[in-house]
């Protein structure tokens, strides 16, 4: 039953196609193709075949003659070629046989699709790079159209493509073309544009990709740094300027003694440059600069980070004291190297370095460093150095530590005092004898003497302290001739004045 209906259905649709509806027959422009004549084999061959269009002969054939290499041509079985299809073929076609050479294949509605072989994009307002990739700036508008032309229609389809998305349709519309906007354009959208135009009588589709990439310049500045690395004498540049995309270009520049600046590498496409300098390449107030470029910026606003290069300056107090078993701690400011230098504590003429320990507490990371020598004792008394070496050359600061003992300090301070108590009253004593020295008598001897003499002027003062000025007061050699008694515990001070007679 099923199988007797199927072929039922068959029979009554071959039928009604004959009898009701035209074949249809779907050629494209520049192409050719072939219309039957008859709907089986040739029984007779026929001698003369007549095509027309619309009831109006186009062609008449005798088969007797070659056969035509024109726009039209007939076969021996009778069967028009159309080569180099036009819009104008369109039509209906009907053919007829002398004599009659079978069944006839019946009218035919020949259309014509168009088109297709020139889809066009224009995306503005891009710019291309030599592999035909575009590229746009983040933030502006963009405007995607799309034509083709289509015969006798078409649709349009605009579609996007990144990692993410896949064949995302963006547009769709009938026409002759295809418009949109994308306005503030974002990284997200980079990716892959397709614009797809299918033919609606042939569904033939044809469609161009177009890559477009957005670029963008980096927000920030270009940072220079300086890395250091275990040899002193050498130092890394670093200049990098990083959130852009593509990477930026950056250069190095060295500054040189008589003729100006000096690249000393190559314009290379990288977000991050380093560069090792030499100490024999440096010296003091020379300039290295990094000079960053970026496809999106305008080279009118070069952007760029420099340094000028200063010798290390260790600076602090050269003269240090301290009492025996506090703690002192020897100061040291390093602010100006460039590049920045390693600034450490030595001890003594050999230069021995000072390590942490519970004696040394080193602290510090510049500009200050500080070293605390703890519970000081009169063997740490002596040159200490806070040594300061950058990539261009080494400074010393030289500090020199004097220990006190607690007791020797409680000394000196009351010694002082008294010394110059006896000083002040040496001297007004001096000049008392001195203004009225006929008044005063001391007797002849001394006074024969300072007659002799008239330079001199010698203030006798009698002192019980002796310890105290041991130290700081050189004593008089015992005179030995035995003209003047001094006593061995005197302060003596020597005048030099004016003979006035
Ligand atoms: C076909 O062409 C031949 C010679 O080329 C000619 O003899 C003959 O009469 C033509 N037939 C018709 C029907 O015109
Ligand atoms: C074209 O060149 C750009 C930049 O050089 C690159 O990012 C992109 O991947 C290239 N596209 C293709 C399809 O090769
Ligand atoms: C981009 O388009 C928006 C509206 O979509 C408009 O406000 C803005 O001014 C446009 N920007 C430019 C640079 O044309
Ligand atoms: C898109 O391109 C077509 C063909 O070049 C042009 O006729 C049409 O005006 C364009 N549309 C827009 C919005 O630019
Ligand atoms: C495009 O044309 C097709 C038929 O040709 C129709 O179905 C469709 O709705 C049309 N689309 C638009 C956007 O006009
Ligand atoms: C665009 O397509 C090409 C080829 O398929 C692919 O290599 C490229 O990565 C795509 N570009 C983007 C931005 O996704
Ligand atoms: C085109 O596609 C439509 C729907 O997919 C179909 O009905 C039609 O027969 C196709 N035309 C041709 C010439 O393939
Ligand atoms: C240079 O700087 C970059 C980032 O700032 C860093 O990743 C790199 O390690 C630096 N190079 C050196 C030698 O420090
Ligand atoms: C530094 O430069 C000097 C002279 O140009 C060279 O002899 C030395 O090897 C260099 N040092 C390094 C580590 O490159
Ligand atoms: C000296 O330093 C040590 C270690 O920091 C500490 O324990 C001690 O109390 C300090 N002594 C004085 C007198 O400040
Ligand atoms: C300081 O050093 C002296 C001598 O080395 C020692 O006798 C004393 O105990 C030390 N004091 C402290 C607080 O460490």
Redesign the pocket.
């Known amino acids: 039953m099923k199988i007797f209906g199927i072929v039922f259905l068959y029979f009554y649709l071959c039928q009604s196609a004959d009898e009701q509806t035209q074949r249809v027959r779907t050629g494209q422009v520049g192409r050719s193709v072939l219309l039957p004549c008859l709907e089986g084999p040739v029984l007779t061959p026929p ?2 075949t007549i095509w027309r269009k619309y009831e109006m002969i186009v062609v008449t054939h ?1 088969h ?2 070659p056969v035509s290499t024109g726009h039209f041509s007939v076969l021996n079985d009778g069967s028009l070629k159309i080569n180099g299809l036009m819009t104008i073929d369109q039509g209906v076609y009907r053919c007829e046989t002398q004599p009659d050479s079978g069944p006839a294949y019946g009218s035919i509605l020949l259309q014509i699709a168009g088109g297709l072989d020139a889809v066009e994009m224009d995306i503005k307002p891009a710019k291309s790079l030599p592999n035909g990739t575009l590229f746009i700036h983040k933030g502006t508008n963009v405007s995607f159209n799309c034509s083709s032309k289509s015969y006798p229609s078409q649709s349009l389809t605009w579609t996007f493509e990144d990692l993410i998305n896949k064949d995302d349709r963006i547009a769709f519309g009938n026409g002759s073309s295809l418009h949109f906007m994308i306005s503030n354009l974002q990284p997200s959208q980079q990716g892959n544009y397709t614009c797809r135009a299918q033919n609606s009588l042939s569904n033939s589709t044809a469609m161009k990709r177009q890559e477009l990439l957005v670029y963008y310049s980096p927000e920030t500045h270009p940072d220079c740094s300086w890395a250091l690395i275990s040899q002193p004498n050498l130092v890394h540049f670093n200049c990098s300027w990083y959130g852009g995309y593509p990477a930026p270009k950056l250069q190095v520049f060295l500054g040189h003694r008589t003729d100006g600046m000096r690249t000393i590498t190559s314009l290379e496409d990288t977000e991050n440059l380093e560069v090792t300098l030499n100490r024999t390449m440096l010296y003091e107030g020379q300039k290295i600069k990094c000079v960053a470029q970026h496809i999106v910026q305008r080279s009118s606003e070069e952007k760029s980070c420099s340094f000028t290069l200063t010798a290390p300056y260790p600076e602090g107090d050269p003269l240090v004291a301290a009492l025996e078993g506090s703690n002192i701690t020897l100061k040291c400011s390093e602010a100006s190297s460039l590049p920045p230098a390693v600034t450490v504590w030595q001890r003594g003429e050999i230069h021995e370095s000072i390590v942490p320990s519970s004696k040394y507490i080193l602290a510090g990371r510049g500009p200050l460093y500080t070293l605390t020598i703890v519970n000081v004792t009169k063997e740490d008394e002596g040159l200490y150095f806070c040594w300061s070496e950058n990539a261009l050359t080494a400074k010393e600061l030289e500090v020199f530590l004097t220990v006190r003992s607690s007791a020797d300090n409680s000394g000196a301070v009351v010694g002082v005092f008294i010394s110059v108590l006896i000083v002040v009253a040496g001297i007004t004593l001096g000049l008392l004898a001195y203004s009225h020295r006929d008044r005063i008598c001391l007797g002849d001897i001394l006074f024969s003497r300072l007659e002799e003499d008239r330079t001199d002027v010698m203030s006798l003062v009698e002192s019980d302290e002796e310890e105290v000025f041991d130290e700081t007061i050189p004593r008089l050699p015992p005179l030995s001739n035995g003209q003047v008694p001094i006593p061995a515990t005197t302060l003596v001070e020597i005048h030099q004045i004016q003979s006035s007679k």
């Open positions: 001698l003369v005798n007797s003659q």
